[in-house]
């Protein structure tokens, strides 16, 4: 009885320290990073031949002609390839699984020839009736990235090296749409023959299984905890050099936990570190923070056909009585730039005349009393914020703090995006405004113009429901036009006309920042390529 | 005995159909459209179509019900929106991982509780009774995702003793899918490595989620046990000439179990319920993420498929405990 007194009351201290020693823990990890164990880590690399990744999610599929979610994409872009890519770091399009390319004078027929003695990790041969069969597929499925290939009329296998697309009409991004890392993948014909069941193109088999010709192959998926994918020996690009054999992706959801195993070294990089660290967390040698400029977008958009906001001068309005700075500095800690005009700074024929909206409360004033509103008499509008959301939300509350200065009243509604996905189907049920980032899938104007602002695009991905027939006919012109200066200047001329239509409020473009340890070596950061683990080493 | 199990499982398949059909009404009554979130942003209203075809969200809502419940009757739970593999298999992935942490919970709760509460009873008011209070308060009010923060700060950070989180390390492959209970899996295929990495990884997360309920029964059975030695019975005992021990944890206990029992059961399933948090802090791939993912994305069939697989096991859980009752108590006898 004694011996279980004296343990129970070891035991009761025990819990009671847990909490003290526990909150002594979290003072000392304030501390400066230059701990003994920091120090030996800097020497010593954690598992040299494996990069580990902490990702706050996993892949909902690993069908690449399915997946368009930013972790299915990361998984793909190991094992699957595409006929051409960007060069890393950079706007420019370069080979990949094709050797070269030409296109036809009316910018219809563009022929791949590719390259030889390619195989997929099943054995099968790389040739043009796997890029044929591929594409079959994506346009057969239908689904998430097919629609940037709904030009495609035909393709054709010339000979065993070269195929030819034959399409609707001259689409000039057509070579961008092809380097873009979701969609145009190709995957091995005997795979899909072999896993089809009733005519479903194996897509339950690829969901879960990959077969590409890429430097990687999966070797194991365990659902919510993590995905592993070992070297292809095999592969066409050799071993030669210094790489990593295995890449690991680790499911850690908690933002907390992904630093403590980034600081450990248990993770090389981690994907969802707060904005609110990374000052504290650059200072720790061991650690690399990388801060890229992007092209990731962030609005506020109108709902271009409803009640007042059919004018263009209420619009404006808004647009002038919105504190960007505040925005920029206050919610993302002056991590992003500042929008000029609808096109990202940094993209190509982006037209660096716009004069953006700044904040001039006379001004905004002004532009309601000409639309009738004078003091903003009468205006209310909803603003729906996505749950979880909480950049979304402060961006929010700042505007609606904004917009009281103009009598504008503003209320926030704050739904899963199911439901406002839902009730953006049409102009009737939207609301009246909402924030949405918005990530292009390929670097060409044509990917956020002709996809935000055509009315071609209303009831997919055109939410504000702006029309405008001018800017209609620029932007149809300017992806079929095959002279590079009428196109820059069609497209200088739509960005002009929809900044001054101000169909949305154009906040901010996100930068994007990347923690991985400094024994990681060989990263480059490419705005709409997911990192490739192939052209890293750790040393 | 055998008539009242039955009863009680004929009254399980009423609640399933209840809980199905409230389920289903109120996911479906919720404004969204989980299909054009899963068609892609830049989908067009054919695409969308065509997927809600596929998934066959294109029929009337009673239609979809009697569907799903056929289906149902088949083994079929549905296909998810999201990641269009089926919710069975989904939900058998997740599911034993969530039992695995709760019952380790349970365990954990259950072997630190009951006999605290039982020292703390019979050293009423001593410093092993304060001790025990002041435990119990901070298990009921400690956030578990606080707690959980600063149990991977001291022991992963600190003192490097245990894993960060997942259930099993990454330089191992998970043991041979027997139970989906990695202890059980590693044991019976003898694969020691794996069996040392999964319970190292339980630990945190199993004294995190089971920290709450181990103040609740150390309360319970703190209080249970003081009215029960105030019987009459307990005097005879200590008349006889009983050891103290002998009156304690063979006559009063017994006596006062039975209310702990009935927490433990409740917690149990509350354990299951409420493990997401936990699952979130510990990257513990369960049930409870799975679940909230499900309702964030409106992903009906998984919603679905959640709520009843919980359902059956709240109801299941009960029933054990009741059944329980009659071997403690032999005065209690099911007609």
Redesign the interface.
Known sequence: ?KK??QF??L???L??C??L???C??S??KAPTNSKNTQENQTKVK?PDTM?VAYNDQP??LDPH?A?DPESLQAISQVYEGLVTYKGGTNEVVPQLAERWETSSDGKVWTFYLKKNIKFTDGAPFNADAVKTSFERLLKI???????FDMIKSIDVVDEYTVKFNLEYAFVPFIHALANPSGPMIISPKAIKEHEENGDLA?NWL??NMVGTGPYMLE?W?????F?LVKNPDYWGGWEGKHVSKV?Y?????S??QR??L??G?ADFANAIPRDVIEDLSKNPDITVQVDSTVNLLNLFFNNQRGALKDKRVRQAMAYGFSYDDCIKGVFNNLGKRMQGPLPPGMWAHDSTIKPYEKDVEKAKKLLEEAGYPGGKGLKFTIMVE??SEDYKKVAELFQSDMKELGIDISIQVL????I???L?SAETAPDMFISGFYPDYLDPDNVLY?LYSSR?I???NESFYTNPQVDQLLEEARRSTDLAHREELYKRAQQIINDDCPAIFILVRDNITTMRSWVKGFVFHPILVNRYYFMYKE | MTTYIARRIAMLIVVLIGMSLLTFIISHAIPGDPVRLAAGPHAGPEQIESLRKQLGFDKPLPVQYLMYISDLLHGDMGTSIETRKPVREEVLTYLPATAELSIFALLISVAIGLPLGVVSATRKNTFIDNGGRIASLLGASTPIFWLGLLLQLLFYKKLGLLPIGGRIGIELNPPAHITGFYIIDSILSGDWLALKSSILHLILPAFTLGYGSMAVFTRMTRSSILEVLNEDYIKTARAKGLSERVVIYKHALRNAILPVMTIIGLQFASLLGGAVLTETVFSWPGIGNYGVHAIMTLNFPAIMGVTLITTVIFVIVNLIVDISYAFIDPRIVYK
């Open positions: 009885m279980v007194r129970l009351v035991l009761l201290i819990i009671l847990v909490s020693v526990a909150g823990a979290q000392a990890n598992n580990v909902t599929t399915i368009y239908n689904q998430g990235p097919a629609w940037m897509q969901r879960q194991s365990n659902m919510g905890q993590d592993t690991v680790k499911v850690v959801q908690e907390s936990s403590l195993m600081e450990s248990d749950t979880g899963a995006w199911a439901t996905k839902d009730m189907a996809a695009t009831g997919s991905i």
